[in-house]
Every structure is written in structure tokens, then in C-alpha cells.
């Protein structure tokens, strides 16, 4: 909990502040200046904050706006976003956008008129385009008495080449900075503090881009890897004369950023360096005791750093990814809170100048008068403590300040605008905010509730938001996945791992009538990363077994089915909690037997987690009989059990696939088989190890691993089988949907599948995506598990105008992946499942390469079942590797000179289950909505990782058949539907509610 922040410097405070606002506020209002001046990026900035849907949709075309080609398409895109029903127009740009056709000359003017206004905008926030011009402005600052740091645009690095380009611009920029320094005159007030002299150029970098794969999962090798990159920087920093100060990002790279600067730091070349900073952030809820513990650390180092104290630049980024993802929120959700916690954090800093010098970067009023009234209480050296303002934004206050004698520095990005973007959108939300003190401040409000200090009267709760997940369905709250910027949790995978490995090698039996049963003979489950290394032994039944085992369901089913559903759902949901409990452990037996990386093991936990919670209220909210009753007759709509349900698993989901079929079909009254694939049969003993615990009696769940062509096909044909729920390749499928439709000799029912049959998935990436996004989003939906995922693309459909931009850094981004034993969190690419996939992907691969050009093919380590990520470019829409599901890490990258031949291609295979777009333009995401044939279509991010209850899962065509799974239609599948009539009247009498005789 923050608390109001200390009173004794309040008085202090007011008188400070009020003379500080004075000064800003000379001349006409901002708002004023917005009606008078007729400039059209004023004009702009003015409408955002007048009209909230307008807001959005500029700054969505904004957003947009580098990647547009020609005028033409500028007018159109802007037309698009601009003439939704959600945006009120204002009469000026109402006239602007009056126009038919986006080449005519009025379709021009208005690109070139926005075009300039947003340029105008830009570079009121971007100090410069190059280093020359940057130098300039620079030269503007100092002659103002400002201080500067520069920081160079760029939000994504996703590939090496780019991270070593990142470390060479900045040691270009402190080279001419030095450069140039050398002329300048010094200026007392910035470059000379209690007689020492000042740096007169610092730089602000950011550590995640020294590294492609930065990871807080990755501690040691995100470390290894950035830590090489910063010791260059700071060693020519210290030869130049500039300072370095590193910036901080989002909070999954908080400890991490912290812990690699911490030792850095402490290294004996680096130990009395006093020019080197970090960046604070107010609005975390964990920043007072971070810097608690920096001011422990500063003390035992022996020489100050700089802690640059700002609010923090993604308060709406931490606070959707944590809604997602179902973790506490780690920013405070009020800005009295932020602004509360800025001022104590800004008090310990100031009360410890000695060992830490503060750079209080704010652009509130009320907090650099806070930061006066402290420093000059506690008598804190000119030397130890500044302002900062961010170059466009605090122009009155830092000229204020700095009329004042202190010592001001100004946040300098430059860059061009098309990497920039990022920046320019988060200083324009920061600026048209509601809460923005600037526009509270241009708004003339009160002076009294401008610098009235922060009240927090009911302080956030972090997990609330987890209350509100769970409204959505009564009943199922979302599992949330491990989060491993969370030491504890990091941990206790990693430890977790160790411990799976001291059990590996055991023999594990099959489960039929409640009791393990001995088989004569046994299969050996290999990791596939080291297929020396043994998981376990799995007992593989005999025909004879699978009787034995369909005799003991039928004889479970009438009590099964009669027992209430709620009692089954509670069986259900506690194997889901048990799951929870074993977490850990499971992501580990899932590593380690089918090759999968952490992150993605951890995900599928906790899909099979939420199938368990999700199904189980399911059949709680099916259980309620529909009541379809008329005056003088009941009529009860509802579900019973099938019967014996048989499903046939897959290896590629080996805990989240088989769960989710498993309890669908169990929960729903149903007795059921469950035959795994034979390379993932260990983890699925360990799931029936959870089924017995949880309580399912016996009979009503039975474990059969065994051959698929004998025991799997002798009962696919079992005249007592009702069901069948497979997930698997596409000819194993169609052969079992065959045989399950042939009438067996006492066969006295049809036999429902449902089988979900794999994909050949496309992503279309047009000319107005975001590169960064697109090409990340690729190559995880490419080769994350090394492309062994239904869902995974295998087809990029890209627009001509950008094909080989995008081609270009695809196989750089790919470059950079670290392929290798998934054991190892520094990987992202791990081996395929078996050696029999490796020699059919190969087979693949060499027909590739004699239909298309190939781009990228890496090497594959030795050892294990590894095959590199391939990248074939120039794929003819009709070529064997553009139409055949491969199922590995195999991409074909194929051109199309239209939208409508990027659609026309993507529908253009037997499948439809999944498909994906990266696009800005508003008609094209309409057109995908409407006629790109796919289950399940994503738009602007990766097309696998479906979540339960908000992405079910499942195709058409020849992907599959049946309801999507972790969907409200699911378990139907699963039941017959019944309805019962009575006839309640008695001789000509019932009653009629409502009415009276």
C-alpha cells in the first residue's frame, strides 16, 4: 500500500510550486493558442483531446503512417480509420476528408496536409533525424543551460545483426558527441557542480537491445550475452568522456536489468565509476523496496550512481499483459498511487545522496517543486540531484527551472520517424491523457487541485482484475501461466527439472479396472534432445487387455452416469487443482519427453489446467435442464452420457490435448479409454496418476497405451466404443472417421468423431504491417516447438511491395534463434519429436529445394532428433511445400502481387484451421474477417498459443470435424440431447399462474 506522501515539506512544496507554475503558465494558455493558430499538427493534437474516439483513430493512422508507400495510399488509409461510426469528426478535417478517389488531387492534398502535420508533430517530441541535426539541437540546449541525454530510437531488436548495429550507433553517437564537445563552452550551471566538472554528454540506452533473445527466463545467457555489449560501451564511454545511462523497459525485465547492472558494476574496472545511471520507475508497485535495496547495494560499492526517478512510459502495456495473462497487475492503477510512490521514492533518494544522486525526471509541477523543497531541506549538493524533462514536452517548466539556477537536463530521442513511432504515440498519449498534469495544466484547472498533494483513499488491488476474468464464466477462473521474471518461480522450474531427472527410467503400467496391470511387453519413451536418455518405460497392452478394459467400462457405466454431475465436475476440477499443484513438475516430464521449450511446456500446463476447471463448469451450466414448459405440460430439454468413449492423443500437446479430450468425455458421464501416443506416454501417466487421486472410480477412466494398428484399430471397430475423440495427422483420421462409420455385428448405435486433423496454416503480412511485429510474430508461429503444432505457420503470404524487406530480416530473426536441448532455458528451438519425423521432414526439405529457392537452412546440433530452421523463398502457391502439412520448422515464404491474391492463396489448400494477418489497413482486416476460411483467425500477433474459454480451438474442411475445443459447445459432442414431455393436466385441470377464475 502507498501512502499519502509525508507532510513536513508541504508549505515548502506549495510556495516552490506556485512560483514554478507562474512562470509556465506567461503568455496565452496552450488551449487558447489551439483556437488561434491555424497549424494543422496544433490542430490535431487539440481534436485528441476534445473527441476520445478520434483520439484512438489518429493515433491507430499515425501508427501506420511510415509504412504507407505513396500519397494515395496515405489518403485512403486515412479515410478508413477516419469514417468509423466511433469517430466525431471536426468540421475542418471533415472538409479535408471529402474526397472520392485517394489519387485525385483532393485525396493529395489531404495526404500531403497530414502528412506534413504529423511530420511537424514528430520532431516536436524526436530531437533530430540524424546526428548532425541532433548536434544542432543539442548546441540549441546547452546555450539555453540544459543539459542533455541522447537516446536513439528503436523499440524491437529481434535479430543479432540488428543488436550489433544497436551497439555501433551508440559508439558512433558518443564519438561525435565527444566531438563535438570539445567545442563548447562550458556552462557553469550544467557542466560544473561543487567544483568537479560534469560530463557534457551522456548517452540512455536500452539493455534489451544488446541481446535479440533478452529473456528473464534466460538469466545466465541474457546475461553472458549483454553483458559483453556493455562493458564496449563503458569502456569507450570512460576513454570519450560520456556518460551512460541505462534505461529501463517493461517490467518482465526489471530484476533481471537490474541484477546484470548490480554486477556489472561492482567489476574492478567499472567499480568507481560515478558517471553511469539506471532508470526507477514510480508507478511499480515493488520500486520502493528496489530501491531500498539499490541503496543497501550503493553503500557496499563505495561510489554513487545516478537513479534517473520517473513515473514509467507503459503503465497501458504492463496493465492489458497482466489481465492476459491473469498475473497481479505490477503497476499501481491510480495515478494518485504512481504520484504518491514518486514522491517517497523521490524523499529516499534525496536522503540518501551520498551513495545514489537522483535525476527526478517529471514533467509535474508539484513534483520538481517537491524535489526543491526536499533537496534544499536536507542541504543535498548541487552535484547530487537534477531535473529531467523529456525534449518537447517540459519546454516552460525546464526554462523555469533552469531561471531558477538548477541544473536541468532534457531527454533527447532522435531517430528516424518510422522507428520512432512507438516513442511519438506514448508522448501523445501521455500528453491528451485525462490524468496528463500538462494537459490538466493547459486546461487551466485550479492551482489549489493541480498541486494539492496525492490522495490515496483506496489504494489498487493488484489481483482484482482476476475477479472480473472470472466473471466472464461462472464457475472457471483462468489458470494463469508461470511468470519468470518471478525469481521464486524460476526456480522452482529450473529445480523442478533437476528433480524429474532423478526419476527418469521407471516402468510405468497401464491403469484398467482401477489396478495397474502387467504387460509382456514394454516400450521405451526417449528424450529427444538425447535419445540415450531413457523417460521411462511404458507397458503396452494386448487386444485381450483392451477387452478386459472395455468389459470393466461397461460395467462402470450405469453408476457413472447416474452419478450427479456436480459430483463429477468435482472429481474433474480437482485433478485440474492438482495439476496446478504439480505444475512444475509437469512442465518438466513434458520437456524432457517431447523436446518442448519451458515457456511453451509451461503454457500447455496450464491449458490442460483450465480444461479440467473449464469443463467442469460446463457441465454444471449444461446440467440445468432447459425448461421449454407451456400451460398445462412440462417440456425438460437436457444431456445424458454416450456411453464408452475411446480417445486416441496426440504426441505434439502431450499433457493438454489428451487432458482436454479425456475430461471432456468423462465429465460429461461418459466411461473412457484413453490410448496415448507412444513417444508422450510417460506424462500422460503421470496425468492418470492425478485421475486416480482425484478420485474417479474404478472403471470409468482406463490408461491403455498400445499399438495403433492392434489395439487401436480393433477398437476404433469395437462395437461398444460410442465415441471417439482423436486429434492426429490427416490419413489417420479419415481412416478412423471411415471405419467408425461401418455398423458392426450387435452394433446398436452410429458412432459420434470428433477429430481435429492438422492444418496448413498461412499468416498474410501486407504493405502496411509492422515489420517488427510481423516478422517476430512468424517466426514464433514458424518454429516455436520446431513448427510440431497444428496451429503452426507454414505459410508467409507476403505483399510484393514488402517482401523482401520482410524476407530479409525473417531469416535474420531466424539466425538468431539458440536451437538446442530445451532442458537449457536459453533455447527457443528444440529437436522434433523422433527420429521417423526427422527423415520425413528431410524428405521434405530436399522436395524444397527443388521447387523453390531456399533462403535460410541452419545447421542442427548433433546428438539429438534436431532438423535447423528451413526458410524457402520464391513458393509457387501450388508447390508440394505451399500444400502438404509438414509439421516441422519449415516455412515457405510465397509472394502475392494483390490482397486479393494473398486470399486467394491462403484459402487455396484442404485445410481451414488456423490463419493469421498483419495489417493496418482497416478494409483488409474487414476482408480477412469475412473470407479467410480458418477456425480460428488472428489478426496483428502470432496464430498459435489458443487459450481456453477465449480461443476455442478447431478447423473445417479437411482439419477436422467437430466443436472447438475449450469452447461452450464442446461437451455437447460428448452427450445425446433428450427432451421429456408431461402432460400435468388432470381431468381437463392445471394450474395457470398469473390467472384467476
Known amino acids: ?129 540524424t546526428l548532425d541535426q541532433v548536434i544542432k539541437t543539442l548546441e540549441r540546449l546547452r546555450k539555453q543551460k540544459q543539459a542533455f541525454t541522447v537516446d536513439l530510437l528503436g523499440e524491437a531488436v529481434i535479430t543479432e545483426v540488428e543488436a550489433e548495429a544497436y551497439l555501433n550507433r551508440y559508439l558512433e553517437l558518443m564519438e561525435k558527441l565527444s566531438i563535438a564537445a570539445k567545442s563548447w563552452p562550458t556552462v557553469e550551471q550544467i557542466d560544473r557542480a561543487d567544483g568537479q566538472d560534469l560530463p557534457k554528454a551522456q548517452v540512455s540506452v536500452k539493455l534489451t537491445a544488446f541481446y535479440s533473445q533478452f529473456d528473464a527466463l534466460d538469466q545466465t545467457g541474457s546475461r553472458e550475452k549483454v553483458s559483453g555489449h556493455i562493458r564496449t560501451l563503458l569502456r569507450r564511454s570512460q576513454d570519450l568522456g560520456v556518460a551512460v545511462h541505462f534505461d529501463m523497459e517493461q517490467y518482465a525485465y526489471k530484476s533481471i536489468t537490474l541484477t546484470i547492472l548490480k554486477d556489472l558494476l561492482l567489476e574492478e574496472e567499472f567499480r568507481s565509476r560515478s558517471d ?23 553503500k557496499m560499492r563505495g561510489t554513487p550512481v545516478t537513479v534517473r526517478l520517473v513515473k514509467g512510459a507503459y503503465w497501458d502495456q504492463e496493465t492489458i499483459k497482466s489481465r492476459q495473462k491473469h498475473w497481479p497487475n505490477p503497476v ?50 548541487r552535484r547530487n540531484w537534477e531535473m529531467q524533462v523529456l525534449y518537447g514536452m517540459g519546454d516552460q517548466l525546464a526554462k523555469a527551472l533552469v531561471d531558477q539556477g538548477y541544473r536541468v537536463r532534457v531527454y533527447c530521442p532522435y531517430g528516424d520517424l518510422l522507428p520512432g513511432m512507438a516513442y511519438l504515440i506514448r508522448r501523445l498519449l501521455e500528453n491528451t491523457a485525462n490524468t496528463s498534469f500538462l494537459r490538466q495544466n493547459l486546461e487551466d484547472r485550479p492551482v489549489e487541485e493541480l498541486l494539492a498533494p496525492p490522495q490515496v483513499t483506496n489504494p489498487s488491488n493488484p489481483m482484482a482484475h482476476l475477479t472480473t476474468a472470472a466473471a466472464h464464466h461462472p464457475g472457471f477462473s483462468p489458470a494463469p501461466d508461470s511468470n519468470y521474471a518471478d525469481l521464486r518461480q524460476r526456480e522452482g522450474v529450473l529445480a523442478a527439472l533437476q528433480q524429474v531427472r532423478s526419476q527418469l527410467g521407471k516402468t510405468y503400467q497401464p491403469l484398467i479396472n482401477g489396478e495397474y496391470c502387467q504387460t509382456d511387453r514394454t516400450l521405451a519413451s526417449e528424450n529427444p534432445c538425447n535419445p540415450k536418455e531413457i523417460i521411462g518405460s511404458m507397458g503396452q497392452i494386448s487386444v485381450d487387455q483392451a477387452e478386459a478394459a472395455m468389459t470393466a467400462a461397461k460395467a462402470a457405466f450405469p453408476a457413472w452416469k447416474a452419478t450427479p454431475a456436480q459430483d463429477r465436475a468435482a472429481i474433474i476440477r480437482k485433478a485440474g487443482d492438482l495439476m496446478e499443484q504439480r505444475r512444475e513438475q509437469l512442465v518438466a516430464w513434458v520437456v524432457l519427453e517431447v523436446g518442448k521449450p519451458i515457456a511453451e511446456a509451461d503454457a500447455e500446463v496450464t491449458e490442460a489446467i483450465d480444461f479440467c476447471h473449464y469443463y ?63 513417444v508422450s506416454s510417460v506424462i500422460m501417466a503421470k496425468v492418470t496418476e492425478i485421475l486416480v487421486e482425484a478420485g474417479i472410480p474404478k472403471g470409468v477412466f482406463q490408461y491403455i497405451p498400445g499399438s495403433g494398428s492392434t489395439v487401436g484399430a480393433h477398437l476404433v471397430k469395437h462395437k461398444d466404443v460410442h465415441m471417439i475423440a482423436f486429434t492426429g495427422s490427416r490419413e489417420v483420421g479419415c481412416q478412423i472417421y471411415a471405419e467408425a462409420a461401418v455398423l458392426q455385428p450387435g452394433q446398436k448405435h452410429l458412432k459420434r468423431v470428433v477429430a481435429e486433423m492438422g492444418g496448413k496454416n498461412a499468416l498474410i503480412i501486407d504493405e502496411s504491417a509492422d515489420l517488427d511485429q510481423a516478422v517476430a510474430g512468424v517466426v514464433q508461429s514458424a518454429f516455436g516447438y520446431s513448427g510440431q503444432k497444428c496451429s503452426a505457420c507454414s505459410r508467409a503470404i507476403v505483399l510484393e511491395p514488402v517482401y523482401d524487406a520482410f524476407l530479409a530480416r525473417l531469416v535474420e530473426a531466424t539466425k538468431s534463434l539458440n536451437i538446442g536441448p530445451t532442458d537449457n532455458p536459453g533455447v527457443q528451438m528444440g529437436p522434433v519429436v523422433d527420429g521417423s519425423a526427422q527423415a520425413k521432414i528431410r524428405e521434405y526439405i530436399a522436395t524444397g529445394k527443388t521447387e523453390a529457392q531456399v533462403a535460410l537452412e541452419m545447421e542442427a546440433p548433433e546428438g539429438g532428433y534436431f532438423v535447423g530452421p528451413v526458410i524457402f523463398s520464391e513458393v509457387s502457391p501450388q508447390a508440394t511445400i505451399a500444400q502438404e502439412e509438414i509439421f516441422g520448422p519449415v516455412l515457405a515464404v510465397i509472394k502475392a502481387k494483390s490482397f486479393d491474391e494473398a486470399l486467394t492463396i491462403a484459402n487455396g489448400t484442404d485445410y481451414a484451421l488456423t490463419g493469421g494477418i498483419y495489417s493496418r489497413t482497416p478494409s483488409h482486416l474487414d476482408r480477412a474477417k469475412a473470407e479467410f476460411e480458418v477456425g480460428n483467425l488472428y489478426i496483428n500477433r502470432g496464430i498459435t498459443g489458443a487459450i481456453v474459454n477465449r480461443q476455442p480451438f478447431g478447423g473445417f474442411k479437411l482439419s477436422g470435424v467437430g466443436s472447438k475445443a475449450g469452447g461452450p459447445d464442446y461437451l455437447v459432442q460428448f452427450m445425446e440431447p433428450r427432451v421429456i414431455t408431461e402432460n400435468i393436466q388432470r381431468q381437463g385441470f392445471a394450474v395457470i399462474e398469473g390467472a384467476e377464475q
Open 1 to 129: 500500500m502507498v501512502a499519502q506522501a509525508p507532510a513536513p515539506y508541504e508549505p515548502q512544496t506549495q510556495a516552490i510550486a506556485k512560483k514554478l507554475l507562474s512562470a509556465t503558465k506567461e503568455g496565452k494558455s496552450f488551449l487558447a493558442q489551439l483556437r488561434d493558430q491555424m497549424r494543422w499538427d496544433d490542430r490535431l493534437l487539440g481534436w485528441t483531446m476534445e473527441h476520445p474516439g478520434l483520439r484512438v483513430q489518429l493515433f491507430h493512422f499515425i501508427d501506420c503512417l511510415p509504412a504507407l508507400q505513396s500519397k494515395a495510399e496515405v489518403a485512403r488509409h486515412l479515410q478508413e480509420y477516419m469514417t468509423t461510426e466511433a469517430v466525431e469528426l471536426p468540421a475542418a478535417l471533415k472538409g479535408l476528408l471529402n474526397f472520392t478517389e485517394a489519387s485525385s488531387i483532393p485525396g493529395q492534398l489531404a495526404a500531403t496536409t497530414i502528412m506534413t502535420a504529423v511530420e511537424t508533430l514528430a520532431y516536436r517530441y524526436i530531437s533530430g533525424a
Open 332 to 381: 499501481f492503477e491510480h495515478k494518485a498511487e504512481t504520484d504518491a510512490n514518486f514522491e517517497i521514492l523521490t524523499q529516499i533518494l534525496l536522503e540518501n545522496h551520498s551513495y545514489l544522486y537522483a535525476a527526478i525526471g517529471s514533467h509535474n509541477v508539484r513534483s520538481q517543486a517537491r524535489t526543491i523543497a526536499l533537496a534544499e531541506a536536507l542541504k543535498v549538493p
Open 616 to 678: 467442469s463448469a460446463e457441465m454444471e451450466r449444461l446440467d440445468q435442464a432447459l425448461n421449454l414448459d407451456v400451460v398445462g405440460e412440462t417440456d425438460r430439454y437436457h444431456y445424458q452420457p454416450r456411453g464408452i468413449a475411446l480417445v486416441i492423443a496426440p504426441w505434439n500437446f502431450p499433457i493438454a490435448i489428451p487432458t482436454g479430450m479425456t475430461v471432456a468425455a468423462l465429465v460429461s458421464g461418459n466411461c473412457t479409454l484413453l490410448k496415448p501416443a507412444a
Open 276 to 298: 553511469i545511471g539506471v532508470t526507477f520507475q514510480a508507478y511499480l508497485r515493488e520500486s520502493e523496496q528496489d530501491l531500498r535495496d539499490l541503496v543497501a547495494w550503493a
